[in-house]
Nanobody
Framework: QLRLVESGGGLVQPGGSLTLSCVASDFTEIYYGIGWFRQAPGKDREGVACVSQGDSNTEYLESVKGRFTISRDSAKKTIYLQMFDLKPEDTAVYYC?????????????????????????WGQGVQVTVSA
């Protein structure tokens, strides 16, 4: 079974940048759609970005469009989330997740591609804190 491990979190000032990494346990990750999610204290987990199988398509939560970029380097079994112009409201625990269902982040709508119940494999999460 695929396993995912996130890293790269930390404390950053408003307006700053951070890149999160999600390393997969094996090279079958290319056959999975990958999503990045976040959960702030007291709030539901929400999807922020996804990339389809084979890296053919990406989708984003409206509030992070133009600031976050998801990408994958399958040679390194790694999926990245580059975050720019960070805001205090981006503070959360960030998770990567994977699923093999066809159409994830392509045929599925953005809303359905960023639903937590669309993904079956999850990492342990990494804290991102945006504060002065």
């Amino acid at each position: 079974q695929l396993r995912l491990v996130e890293s790269g979190g930390g404390l950053v000032q408003p307006g700053g940048s951070l890149t999160l990494s999600c390393v997969a346990s094996d090279f079958t990750e290319i056959y999975y759609g990958i999503g990045w999610f976040r959960q702030a204290p007291g709030k539901d987990r929400e999807g922020v970005a996804c990339v389809s199988q084979g890296d053919s398509n990406t989708e984003y939560l409206e509030s992070v469009k133009g600031r976050f970029t998801i990408s994958r380097d399958s040679a390194k079994k790694t999926i990245y989330l580059q975050m720019f112009d960070l805001k205090p409201e981006d503070t959360a625990v960030y998770y990567c997740a994977a699923d093999q269902r066809p159409g994830l982040c392509t045929i599925y709508s953005t809303y359905d591609s960023l639903r937590t119940n669309a993904y079956t494999t999850w990492g342990q999460g990494v804290q991102v804190t945006v504060s002065a």
